[in-house]
């Protein structure tokens, strides 16, 4: 096993497994039940499948889907709900705090005011209190989606993805995470703490749902080779001949953009809530979804196009004839060489 592939994949994995263990922390100290500690138990799974990846794939990642991203998302995501919920039904003791000065925020926690006997714990305190719950919530959501783009960039390539599809997945994966937390930070913000609690988990589901995009790869991974891309007259069905693009329009409809859609509309109409980037973004996920039909329209179209040539071409007896003698061509030169 290559030794930067090795320390890439346990690098990654603990970043992961830190990230996730101060989810668990702030968890404990805002219900201050230390039975809150068992959520550590989900990064078992975690750790079990990086001695597995190690040892089986020599620690490289899977090319259509990473247990190791959502294994992550599993360890982090009960936590996120937690502190999410306690934070909707203490809305209005938690908007009352307004620390603003982050500069003085870490200098309390580097420099805490206390002797050396309790400095251990006086740090987690100021830690804990030196920024508002949710900006609290904010960083997590933040960190996590950073991490996810960043995790997945040192994970090792797995078999038959190529850098450049991972320089493309990167960069879908940027886009996703942008809206993902715009959708969260400002949707949630805009529920009051009378609004129906139901509507918060309605939103918490949806963005559980919306994650589910980071572990899956098929929207640029394609497993046909350029030979059969390029060879016009082996074009088979529709799904195998536009599978990256038929994922997509499926992220986009039912994954992202549509969930986030009926979400917003939702918002404004049961809860008569309207301001200007509600607005804004929902009419972008309306715009995104129409294009995506109008997308999924074209390419049945021209699909049905190709279909109509390739049957033009194989009733062509002149065609036949010269795709014969190109495949016995092909079949000489082999015996030659």
């Known amino acids: 096993m290559c030794l930067f592939s090795f320390l890439s994949a346990v690098i990654t994995r603990f970043l992961f497994i830190l990230v996730s263990l101060i989810a668990v922390f702030r968890v404990v100290w805002v219900q201050d039940n230390n039975y809150y500690w068992l959520l550590t138990l989900l990064f078992l ?36 709900w937690i502190l999410e919920l306690h934070h909707q039904e203490n809305k209005d003791a938690d908007n009352q705090c307004n620390r603003t000065d982050y500069a003085k925020s870490l200098d309390r926690i580097i420099r805490p005011n206390t002797s050396l006997q309790n400095l251990p714990g006086d740090i987690t305190k100021n830690v804990n209190e030196a920024f508002c ?81 980071f572990p899956c790869h098929f929207g640029v991974v394609n497993s046909k080779s350029i030979d059969e891309k390029n060879y016009g007259i082996r074009k088979e069905s529709l799904v195998s001949e536009y599978s990256t693009d038929l994922w997509d329009i499926v992220e986009t409809l039912f994954i992202q953009d549509g969930p986030f859609l009926v979400v917003r509309i939702t918002v404004m109409v049961y809860f008569g809530l309207f301001h200007q980037m509600l607005i804004f973004f929902t009419v972008k996920n309306f715009l995104v979804v129409i294009l995506s039909l109008y997308r999924l329209a074209v390419i049945c179209q021209d699909s049905k196009s190709s279909r109509r040539e390739l049957v033009e071409v194989n009733n062509d007896p002149q065609v036949q004839v010269d795709i014969t003698e190109s495949d016995e061509d092909e079949d000489c030169g082999v015996r030659l060489s």
């Open 45 to 80: 799974p975690l750790m079990i499948e990086m001695i597995i990846t190690l040892r089986r794939q020599d620690g490289k990642d899977y090319k259509w889907f990473s247990p190791t991203i959502f294994l992550f998302l599993i360890s982090i995501i009960p936590s996120i």
């Open 133 to 213: 719950p949710n900006n609290w919530i904010l960083a997590l959501h933040q960190i996590l989606l950073i991490l996810l783009i960043i995790g997945k960039w040192l994970l090792p390539l797995g078999d038959g993805v190529t850098r450049d599809q991972l320089a493309q997945l990167l960069l879908i994966f940027v886009g996703t995470a942008a809206d993902i937390l715009e959708f969260t930070s400002e949707t949630l913000d805009d529920l009051n703490k009378d609004n129906s609690p139901i509507m918060v988990y309605i939103i918490l589901a949806v963005w559980t749902w919306s994650m589910l995009q």
